[in-house]
Nanobody, 122 residues
Framework: QVMLRESGGGSVQSGDSLKLSCIAAGNMDCIADWAWYRQLPRKDRELVAQLRSGGEAFVSDSAKGRFKISKGDRKHIVVLQIDDLTPDDTAVYTC????????????????WGQGTQVTVSS
């Protein structure tokens, strides 16, 4: 019911900034919260930032200070702003959403995008 597509990844230099967008399609009522994960080479996927249903933004300890999650210009877009990129940020960044708990008009499972590659060179 919810399809996600990420955009904005690419190859950049250390110190650059990127704005990743997560664009949702389908039933927006089936999105309670949004999150960005990343998977570094040969590592497990990790939570980077989350935008919770009440509007509260959460950023993981490893992302604090340089990562910011926010709503885009339209309700079906969430943006992850990453500043001062380093090679350690090289990863596949993936967007996910969760449905409202208990709302049986929505599939009760997360939706995932395909991910967007971010490569940072020194």
């Amino acid at each position: 019911q919810v399809m996600l597509r990420e955009s904005g990844g690419g190859s950049v230099q250390s110190g650059d900034s990127l704005k990743l967008s997560c664009i949702a399609a389908g039933n927006m009522d089936c999105i309670a919260d949004w999150a960005w994960y990343r998977q570094l080479p040969r590592k497990d996927r990790e939570l980077v930032a989350q935008l919770r249903s009440g509007g509260e933004a959460f950023v993981s300890d490893s992302a604090k200070g340089r990562f910011k999650i926010s709503k885009g210009d339209r309700k079906h877009i969430v943006v992850l702003q990453i500043d001062d990129l380093t090679p350690d940020d090289t990863a596949v960044y993936t967007c996910t959403t969760n449905p409202p708990p208990g709302d049986m008009t929505c599939l009760q499972r997360p939706s995932w995008g395909q991910g967007t590659q971010v490569t940072v060179s020194s």
